[in-house]
């Protein structure tokens, strides 16, 4: 069956995995989720946050759970691409379409829509607290300063401690501090340029 010229399109970068990729798609459309398309591929989305991606690369063609962290993934089949960078993606690869188990690719992929449903994602602020007297000594001060603190997410405030405290020296930390005043008076958060 030749694929239709819409389809095409998608998988012109993967074409050598296109019946590989289709049979995946088969396989998804019998989940609940929608399949939308994002940085050129299709990410299957369940109440508009993404639960998985499908795509072929040169060697494999692959399914990533984006919080696959918390599948329990007791066959062994998921992969962390990215060892230290990526917390919470995971890749399922495959070099043929006989290595596809629809079963086990559905229990997968039921597991993620539940975790979805639960709102199971990675929360940084759960980290260990950083406290930082330097900034507390700042923030004693100028109250004006404390109060534009408080109103960042738990998320950003600990960037701006970690940031500050993540520096060996003192005087790192002084100047470091200098820094981020102005940006926290802003309300400005430290990565937001980069969001």
């Known amino acids: 069956m030749e694929p239709t010229s819409e389809k095409k399109h998608v998988w012109n970068k993967v074409n050598q995995w296109e019946e590989e990729l289709l049979y ?13 398309i994002k940085w050129g591929g299709p ?15 040169k060697d494999y063609f692959t399914i990533w759970f984006f919080n696959g962290v918390f599948l329990k993934d007791e066959k062994k089949k998921l992969i962390n691409a990215q060892e230290d960078k990526t917390k919470s993606l995971r890749q399922w690869r495959f070099t043929s379409k006989e290595e596809v188990n629809e ?8 597991e993620a829509i539940e975790n979805e449903k639960q709102g199971k994602i990675i929360k940084p602020a759960k980290k260990e607290a950083i ?18 603190f408080q109103k960042f997410s738990a998320y950003k405030q600990y960037e701006f401690l970690e940031y500050i405290e993540s520096a060996k020296q003192e005087k790192t930390k002084l100047a470091r501090i200098e820094k981020v005043i102005p940006m926290i008076l802003a309300n400005i958060g430290l990565n937001d340029k980069y969001r």
């Open 131 to 148: 406290v930082s007297e330097l900034l507390e000594n700042e923030m004693t001060k100028n109250p004006a300063l404390a109060e534009a």
């Open 24 to 36: 995946l798609k088969a396989i998804i459309d019998k989940t609940e989720l929608v399949e939308t």
């Open 103 to 110: 079963k086990d690719v559905l229990e997968y992929i039921a």
């Open 43 to 57: 990410v299957y989305v369940y109440n508009k946050k993404n639960v998985i991606g499908i795509g072929g690369f």
